[in-house]
């Protein structure tokens, strides 16, 4: 059975079961700078099922950052609606979007935002303090977590003196350190070497299995998006489902 059938397969019997968890309907997303205007896209419609790995795929440019902070509500649409578990997310408060975003979703972004004086243990806590996890709580889910995407022995060492891809683990620790829902990545191998791009794929595999995550990742590697249960191409502010050719290794 091809990729694409069994994804469909799958997206189906999910239809019947239950709604989307994340749903995106007639998204529009247009930059103004002065008299210029991007659009980005119009009209883009999403549905992610809970527990789908899904790949987002596509030319620099063609929106899948933009299309990841709508979904995560770090930027607001043009027009059209997001929805988080069939509840609109342009309606939260400032307070319930914060909400959403600390406790329902984890994100690993290319520039992974750690901080660089913090040890690597104290940015896994950081999150759930916020949320207001007992500080022995945190430090152990920390402390597990850290073990593992295999960084156990740098749990005390300063985020800033760690490699490319420790950091990224470190980031990938973080976004699961309040037990999201869901976990939103952009190029999260994008950095790293072959070798590491690798380990990093096998591990974001591994917790979204392991986690019960719902996952969206944009990615220019596919071999990360070959992982995945759908893969959607973004071009020309348009969504459609694709199949990665297996010799190819990287998209544009
Ligand atoms: N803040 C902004 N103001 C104006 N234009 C923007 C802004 N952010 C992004 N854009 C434009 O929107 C389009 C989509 O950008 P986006 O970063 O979403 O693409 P992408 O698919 O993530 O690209 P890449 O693969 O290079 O990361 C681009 O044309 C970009 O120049
Ligand atoms: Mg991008």
Same mark, same amino acid.
């Given at each position: 059975m091809s990729e694409s059938v069994r994804g469909d397969c799958r997206q189906r019997v999910a239809e019947h079961q239950r709604p989307a968890?994340?749903? $995106?309907?007639?998204?529009?997303?247009? !930059? %103004?700078?002065?008299? @210029?205007?991007?659009?980005?896209?119009? &009209?883009?419609?999403?549905?992610?099922?809970?527990? @789908?790995?899904?790949?987002?795929? =596509?030319?620099?440019?063609?929106?899948?950052?933009?299309?990841? #902070?709508?979904?995560? $509500?770090?930027?607001?649409?043009?027009?059209?609606?997001? !929805?988080?578990?069939?509840? +609109?997310? =342009?309606?939260?408060?400032? %307070?319930?979007?914060?909400? !959403?975003?600390? $406790?329902?979703?984890?994100?690993?972004?290319?520039? #992974? !935002?750690?901080? /660089? @004086?913090?040890?690597?243990?104290?940015?896994?806590?950081?999150?759930?303090?916020?949320? &207001?996890?007992?500080? +022995?709580?945190?430090?152990?889910?920390?402390? +597990?977590?850290? @073990?593992?995407? &295999?960084?156990? /022995?740098?749990? &005390?060492?300063?985020?800033?003196?760690?490699?490319? =891809?420790e950091q990224q683990r470190v980031a990938l620790a973080r976004a699961l350190s309040n037990q999201p829902a869901v976990l939103l990545a952009d190029e999260p191998t994008g950095n790293l070497d072959h070798k590491t791009a690798a380990r990093m794929t096998d591990l974001l595999e591994h917790l979204h299995r392991t986690h019960g995550l719902t996952s969206v990742l944009a990615t220019h590697n596919l071999e990360l998006a070959r992982r995945a249960d759908r893969t959607l191409r973004l071009a020309d502010g348009r969504l459609t489902e694709t199949v990665i050719p297996s010799h190819d290794t990287m998209t544009p």
């Open positions: 968890l994340l749903r $995106a309907e007639n998204l529009t997303k247009v !930059y %103004r700078s002065g008299p @210029e205007q991007v659009v980005v896209f119009e &009209g883009l419609n999403l549905e992610v099922f809970a527990g @789908e790995f899904v790949a987002l795929v =596509g030319e620099s440019g063609s929106g899948k950052t933009t299309l990841l #902070h709508l979904l995560a $509500a770090l930027d607001t649409p043009t027009e059209g609606e997001v !929805y988080f578990d069939l509840q +609109r997310v =342009g309606a939260f408060s400032s %307070r319930e979007r914060a909400l !959403y975003r600390n $406790a329902k979703l984890g994100f690993v972004w290319q520039m #992974h !935002y750690l901080l /660089p @004086e913090f040890t690597a243990l104290e940015n896994v806590m950081l999150p759930q303090l916020i949320a &207001g996890r007992d500080f +022995r709580c945190a430090q152990t889910r920390a402390r +597990r977590l850290l @073990e593992e995407v &295999g960084l156990a /022995p740098a749990a &005390g060492r300063r985020a800033g003196e760690l490699s490319g =891809g």
